[in-house]
């Protein structure tokens, strides 16, 4: 079900979503001060283009005084509308029965991207 439920997304949207945090990444990546922000964006970029069966948890060295700093910092600079228009996104699609599972997608990348440093992209698995 996540293959067919990503394939939708692809082509419904997640590809422009992520063509667009990828281009963000690479504008943020040319100056030395961005490069972290731009890493991030990178990640939350390859998340979004086919969220279905995975999920971004915390890392190894997640609960890092750098990698809170960095969180505090993205929350500051204002990369917190991110994770808001990703919400009014899933409310939209809940609207209707047939965009309720990209919906939760939304939701889900909503809290994932509003503290993004020290995650990490996992797939997870179902019970057959």
């Known amino acids: 079900m996540n293959v067919i439920g990503n394939i939708i997304w692809f082509f419904l949207g997640g590809f422009a979503i992520a063509l667009l945090y990828w281009l ?7 100056t030395i001060v961005g490069i972290p922000f731009g890493l991030q ?17 915390e890392g190894v060295n997640a609960e890092g005084c750098l990698n809170t700093l960095f969180n505090v910092l993205w929350i500051v600079l204002g990369w ?14 809940c609207c209707s029965i047939v965009g309720i599972p990209f919906g ?25």
């Open 24 to 30: 963000l990444a690479l504008l943020f990546c040319l």
């Open 41 to 57: 964006l990178f990640k939350i970029g390859s998340f979004v283009l086919f969220p279905f069966g995975r999920d971004l948890v």
């Open 80 to 93: 917190w509308e991110i994770a808001l228009s990703h919400f009014i996104c899933g409310a939209v699609f």
């Open 104 to 128: 939760l997608q939304h939701f889900k990348i909503a809290l994932k991207t509003l503290l993004p440093f020290g995650k990490q992209i996992v797939l997870i698995r179902q019970a057959i």
